[in-house]
């Protein structure tokens, strides 16, 4: 499988772009790569880049989007941060990838197991470590769990079901981030040009289901 080119990447309609990524996580559920010299796709893309989607993930190890969507050198732009959130230096990088660089798809993954959500849910014990900069970031997440807990229930990394749905919401709250805080890619999804879809990786099994 070669990698993408100009003329390739202008085939890709914004449904297609996200077939791609479905079929290639089919392949990584089965253990079964697609047959591509890397090397060569070194060598094809040393004058420019064509990239047909935009995945924002976490920075959590088990969860790289070449690996769990089987994609080669080329293919796709990755954003992570730790609890796949937006702000404006990734909206930047967005921006970039579909409007200058040409991708037709953003997808905003979110995954099990999270750890910063985990921090998110235990952040007065995240206080008490004195990062004021893993603070900052875990804060992020409270105005989303304030939303979701239910009155009496525990706000605690063990309890499995508000990780899960903070897990979802997480997801469905940067993707009205942004559409909400970049206009350009509001316009562009209402264009048609773009698609800003949402999923979720189960580190468990390996399979990406879609929101």
């Known amino acids: 499988m070669k990698a993408h080119t ?12 996200l077939q791609i990524l479905k079929e290639g996580n089919d392949r990584f559920v089965q253990n ?10 070194v060598n094809d893309t040393r004058a420019g880049q064509w990239p ?11 969860t790289s989007a070449e690996l ?9 732009f990755s954003v992570r941060i730790a609890g796949n959130f ?13 409007n200058v660089a040409g991708s037709k ?10 750890g910063a959500l985990k921090g998110g849910l235990d952040a007065a014990a995240i206080r008490g470590m004195g990062m004021d900069n893993l603070t900052h970031l875990v804060d992020h997440f409270n105005p989303i769990i304030e939303e979701i807990i239910k009155e009496g229930e525990e ?12 897990n979802v ?15 350009t890619l509001s316009q562009m999804e209402k264009d048609g040009k773009i698609k800003i879809v949402g999923a979720n990786y189960n580190v468990e099994t390996g399979v990406v289901s879609w929101l």
């Open 6 to 17: 100009s003329e390739t990447q202008a085939t890709i309609t914004p449904e297609k772009a």
């Open 32 to 41: 079964l790569k697609a047959n591509r010299d890397l090397l060569a796709q």
């Open 52 to 62: 047909f989607a935009v995945i924002l993930s976490c920075i959590d190890s088990r």
């Open 68 to 76: 769990i969507f089987d994609q080669g050198l080329g293919d796709i």
């Open 86 to 98: 937006a702000n404006q230096d990734i909206l930047g990088s967005m921006e970039f990838g579909c």
């Open 105 to 114: 798809l953003v997808v905003v993954l979110g995954h099990s197991k999270c």
């Open 155 to 166: 706000r605690s990394s063990k309890n499995d079901d508000l990780l899960e749905r903070l």
């Open 169 to 183: 919401h997480n997801v469905k709250q940067t993707i009205a981030d942004i559409r909400k805080q970049s206009t």
